[in-house]
């Protein structure tokens, strides 16, 4: 959590014996971090999205070579896995809440923390700091992040069975993506 000063405010910052030392400033942030909040289990992915990451060809879709950039950037000596999302959901809401988690998935929602201060109200962070972790300040917005939680603690890594996931999903190298088409074509039913 972080709140913003407006321009030209003072910060003054006080030492454990009581000293204070005013600071001019012309913007500042202050970040507010919940230490609990690593111990929240998560999982995260990079969704892209047709209309932002790929370039539109007729019915045809062309991965941009600045998003698999970004990603061997990222991501160096990592696989990529993709995704049939419906059918992938599916299996891992039912594994989730076939075992009693409570979750959330969502995309993150990114801010510029120069510009305006965390989406999240202090009281509703304060209050359930797992709502905090759809968050993200603008820096990280590259990373497209879509993310799982689970909303309880744990010291410990959260295996969860989701079945043969093999049907939903296709494992190639970052580097192999580049160029990756995908077409729309319409179905008509009859």
């Known amino acids: 959590m972080e709140s913003n000063q407006k321009e030209n405010s003072i910060i003054i910052i006080g030492t454990p014996d009581g000293e204070k ?13 919940y230490e609990g ?32 950039d970004s990603l061997l950037e990222q991501f160096p000596e990592r696989d990529a896995i993709l995704f049939k999302l419906p059918d992938f959901f599916s299996q891992f809401d039912k594994g989730l809440r076939e075992n009693g988690y409570e979750y959330k998935r969502d995309l993150i929602t990114y801010y510029n923390e120069k510009k305006q201060t965390h989406p999240l109200e202090y009281e509703k962070y304060e209050g359930n700091p797992f709502l905090g972790l759809f968050y993200k300040r603008g820096f990280f917005k590259l990373q497209k992040e879509y993310r799982i939680a689970l909303a309880d603690f744990s010291d410990e890594d959260v295996i969860i069975n989701i079945g043969n996931i093999r049907g939903c999903t296709e494992v190639w190298s970052i580097e192999t993506i580049r160029g990756l088409r995908v077409q729309m074509i319409e179905i008509e039913e009859g």
């Open 37 to 68: 909040v690593r111990r929240f289990p998560i999982l995260c992915f990079t969704y892209l999205k047709l209309e932002n990451d790929f370039i539109k060809d007729g019915d045809t879709y062309t991965l941009k070579d600045e998003i698999v």
């Open 21 to 33: 030392h005013p600071l001019n400033v012309r913007s500042a942030s202050f970040y507010h971090t």
